[in-house]
């Protein structure tokens, strides 16, 4: 066997093990839960309640619930991969702001919700949250905004489609997890490893409802060509508002708050 053959069997098998451990890691290098709360609506000033529900295979989960008078409608946040509710405290005002009452909850596995995150279970946990929103006293459907961002903008796409709200915000969100790891990691390491997995392409064309997507210019976790790729693909009333910032500091800037009061005021 020729120095070559060996080298290449050597290659191969390092290539396999790599792969081998990225697959049984994935959910592991996908999700960073955080059981500690950090915060909590009153530093916002915002008055709040706990929310307490339960996904569709009995995983209990928790929120908040802010509740304004003469609110605009309701609101269902998706916040993303990492931490729980309370690392997203500026998400939640910027939407309580705007005139909703809001629902923000944790995924399983984040925050005080039970259980470990996988790409179903976000999913079966959105919805479980949309239908408790739903019975709320005095929710609209006609009134009933959802946002995402990033990994919960596939979680807010998905609810969209079943649940079908009024309008959908997605910040920062990805065509599928595979093409935002790719732009990271070597595509030909990830793609296998990842699949198919939040493959927001394949249902971005079912949406309904008008979309808005906000995306950062400067975003390092996730390129804004991403979501243009998602933007593009997207059927019927669609906006694609672009700001200066990063993936996590959105709030900071004038032109984030601007496209998102303004898609808000053309339907309330």
């Known amino acids: 066997m020729s120095m070559f053959v060996k080298l290449m069997i050597v290659v191969v098998v390092l290539l396999a093990s790599i792969m081998a451990a990225a697959?049984?890691?994935?959910?592991?290098?996908?999700?960073?839960?955080?059981?500690?709360?950090?915060?909590?609506?009153?530093?916002?000033?915002?008055?709040?309640?706990?929310?307490?529900?339960?996904?569709?295979?009995?995983?209990?989960?928790?929120?908040?619930?802010?509740?304004?008078?003469?609110?605009?409608?309701?609101?269902?946040?998706?916040?993303?991969?990492?931490?729980?509710?309370?690392?997203?405290?500026?998400?939640?005002?910027?939407?309580?702001?705007?005139?909703?009452?809001?629902?923000?909850?944790?995924?399983?596995?984040?925050?005080?919700?039970?259980?470990?995150?996988?790409?179903?279970?976000?999913?079966?946990?959105?919805?479980?949250?949309?239908?408790?929103?739903?019975?709320?006293?005095?929710?609209?459907?006609?009134?009933?905004?959802?946002?995402?961002?990033?990994?919960?903008?596939?979680?807010?796409?998905?609810c969209a489609i079943e649940r079908r709200p009024s309008e959908l915000i997605l910040e920062a969100p990805f065509s599928c997890l595979a093409d935002a790891a790719a732009s990271h990691y070597p595509a030909f390491i990830v793609r296998p490893v990842l699949g198919r997995q939040y493959d927001n392409m394949a249902r971005i064309g079912k949406l309904l409802c008008p979309l808005l997507i906000v995306h950062g210019m400067t975003d390092g976790v996730i390129p804004q060509s991403l979501g243009k790729k998602l933007f593009d693909e997207a059927k019927g009333d669609k906006t694609f508002a672009s700001h200066p910032n990063g993936h996590n500091n959105a709030h900071d800037c004038s032109e984030y708050e601007n496209a998102v009061r303004d898609f808000i005021d053309r339907f309330y």
């Open 23 to 158: 697959y049984f890691l994935r959910n592991k290098l996908t999700y960073f839960p955080d059981k500690h709360l950090v915060g909590l609506p009153l530093q916002m000033g915002l008055e709040y309640r706990d929310a307490n529900f339960t996904s569709a295979d009995g995983t209990k989960l928790a929120g908040w619930i802010v509740e304004k008078q003469n609110a605009r409608g309701w609101a269902l946040v998706c916040h993303g991969n990492g931490g729980n509710v309370s690392y997203n405290l500026e998400l939640l005002n910027t939407i309580a702001k705007n005139g909703f009452n809001v629902l923000i909850f944790d995924y399983r596995g984040f925050g005080n919700s039970e259980g470990t995150p996988t790409e179903e279970g976000l999913y079966a946990d959105t919805i479980a949250a949309a239908d408790f929103l739903m019975e709320q006293p005095g929710f609209n459907p006609h009134r009933f905004l959802i946002y995402g961002h990033s990994i919960g903008a596939a979680a807010a796409l998905y």
